[in-house]
Structure formats: structure tokens, C-alpha cells
């Protein structure tokens, strides 16, 4: 398994700023991923993060809004840009099992609550 | 790309019912196929999993079964407790790339 620390867990922030969110892996893994859940729904991935290369952006999400660093193995930010009250989400970072292993359960951060004023 | 519809989005049932939940995905190369609980606040953790060569899978009170010529897979809970009222995701993935439902909000009423 992997454990996964997440921060902040919440956040209020005005409108027009932007605030990165951080999240480390106790294990070395090749891809991490984020996700926004709006209250009450799915799981909607908004990119896929490999070390040493640029994220991959789901459609509806652009690096312009939502750029994602990925240092190293283990580490991985996300910033949420220019924000307005439609940013207002939970938002979670997510890996697989191990990289020697393809198709593996995913294990979450413990998300993100940011609102947006 | 994948998609996966799940259903019902809402579910209430008796404590000692048996609750189930059903997913469809569209990309036939999927072949890992895992479900999720997230309790409200906490994120989402996962209660078993099946992969393409398996037809069926049982823990405890937890099954789940793939129909791969069908393309869904369904979420068994037999004897519900009340602890079982969360939110379950299913998900479909092919190398990586997991897609979820949209979640089915389970209430066992005592």
C-alpha cells in the first residue's frame, strides 16, 4: 500500500488568487494523478503527472489554469490558478500500487477542500 | 476514451437487505476493475477489486462479478449494516488509466 499526505486539507481563498496544493508518497511511484470532486459527485481527473515529463490534461483542463509539478518520485504539487467560486472542489491526489505493476488499486491523499470567496 | 455509468445513484435499504449496485464501461480493453467506499469526509478507499480473467470475486459480505462479453460488472453486499451506508464508486482501467462512475450514495436504515 501506499500512504499518501495531503496538504492543505482546506482552504479559503479569495477570488483572483492561486493556491498549490502538495502531496507526498511514502514510496517512489511512476504516475500520479489529481482529481476534483465537487460535493456530492464523481471523481473527475483533471491530469496525470509523470516525473520527468510534462502532466497530461484531461479535456476541460488546461496547464494555464491547473500546472503541476512533479519533482521526483515520491512528490507532486498542484496549483490552482486565477481562482474564482467555480474552483470551489475538493481536490485529490491519487497513485497506483507499485511501478513494477500495471493496474493496481489507487490510493488517495485526503483531499483538498478548498472554497473559493 | 473509457466511460463508465453506474447505477442506481441513490440506494436505501433495511438493515440485513442485500444492496446492488451496477456499472457498464465502453473501451473492451479495460481489464481491471476495482470499487471504492468514501465515507462523507474521508477519502475514498477501496473494498475489493476484479480483473478481466476472474468472472467472480467474494469477501465476506463483499462480492463482484464481470460479464467482460457484456461489459459491466455489478457490486454484491449481502446482510447490510448500517456502517455500510457510504458513498461506492466503481472504476475501469486499461494500463493506468482509471475512469469512476458517478457514485451511488448507499443508505442501510436500521
Known amino acids: 500500500s501506499a500512504v499518501i499526505s495531503q496538504k492543505p486539507s482546506r482552504d479559503i481563498c479569495q477570488r483572483g488568487t492561486s493556491l498549490t496544493i502538495q502531496c507526498q508518497v511514502d514510496s517512489q511511484v511512476t504516475m500520479m494523478f489529481w482529481y476534483r470532486q465537487q460535493p456530492g459527485q464523481s471523481l473527475t481527473l483533471i491530469a496525470t503527472a509523470n516525473q520527468g515529463s510534462e502532466a497530461t490534461y484531461e479535456s476541460g483542463f488546461v496547464i494555464d489554469k491547473f500546472p503541476i509539478s512533479r519533482p521526483n518520485l515520491t512528490f507532486s504539487t498542484l496549483t490552482v490558478s486565477n481562482m474564482s467560486p467555480e474552483d470551489s472542489s475538493i481536490y485529490l491526489c491519487?497513485?497506483?500500487?507499485?511501478?513494477?505493476?500495471?493496474?493496481?488499486?489507487?490510493?488517495f491523499g485526503q483531499g483538498t477542500r478548498l472554497t473559493v470567496v | 476514451g473509457e466511460n463508465v455509468e453506474q447505477h442506481p445513484s441513490t440506494l436505501s435499504v433495511q438493515e440485513g437487505d442485500s444492496a446492488v449496485i451496477k456499472c457498464t464501461y465502453s473501451?473492451?480493453?479495460?481489464?481491471?476493475f476495482p470499487w471504492y467506499k468514501q465515507e462523507l469526509g474521508k477519502r475514498p478507499q477501496l473494498i475489493i477489486d476484479?480483473?478481466?480473467?476472474?468472472g467472480e470475486k467474494k469477501d465476506q459480505r463483499i462480492a463482484v462479478t464481470l460479464n467482460k462479453t457484456a461489459k459491466h460488472f455489478s457490486l454484491h453486499i449481502t446482510e447490510t449494516q448500517p456502517e455500510d451506508s457510504a458513498v461506492y464508486f466503481c472504476a475501469a482501467s486499461r494500463y493506468n488509466d482509471m475512469r469512476f462512475g458517478a457514485g451511488t450514495r448507499l443508505t442501510v436504515k436500521p
Open positions: 491519487s497513485v497506483e500500487g507499485p511501478s513494477d505493476r500495471l493496474n493496481t488499486e489507487a490510493f
Open positions: 473501451d473492451s480493453a479495460s481489464n481491471y
Open positions: 476484479i480483473r478481466s480473467n476472474v
